[in-house]
């Protein structure tokens, strides 16, 4: 099985960045994908940015085109997320996600997110 543990949430103003980290540990020999989603109160979670971890390839969601840049280090099997021009829109706890060889999904804690307007 995969841990996971996020870092780099916090309080930023509008117009602001802030670069979140995920550190996979544990079965990582095993990895195939791992990335980020939101989920803001009262709303879905939802897919924000991701790396097939065996070829390297990135993917964005919606949200995050133009604005977030994905990055991984190998070596340290982590991955993430730099967040430029943050809007209170985009307030939420983001998540986590690895997925295996195996199909087996694991998620971190979350950190939280908040944008001031």
């Known amino acids: 099985q995969v841990q996971l543990a996020e870092s780099g949430g916090g309080l930023v103003q509008s117009g602001g960045s802030l670069r979140l980290s995920c550190a996979a540990s544990g079965s990582t020999f095993s990895l195939y994908d791992m990335a980020w989603y939101r989920q803001a109160p009262g709303k879905e979670r939802e897919f924000v940015a991701g790396i097939r971890w065996t070829t390297g390839n990135i993917r964005y969601g919606y949200s995050a085109k133009d604005r977030f840049t994905l990055s991984r280090d190998v070596a340290e099997t982590t991955i993430f997320l730099q967040m430029n021009s943050l809007q209170p829109g985009g307030t939420a706890n983001y998540y986590c996600?690895?997925?295996?060889?195996?199909?087996?999904?694991?998620w971190g804690q979350g950190t939280q997110v908040t944008i001031s307007s």
């Open positions: 996600k690895t997925e295996t060889k195996c199909y087996e999904d694991s």
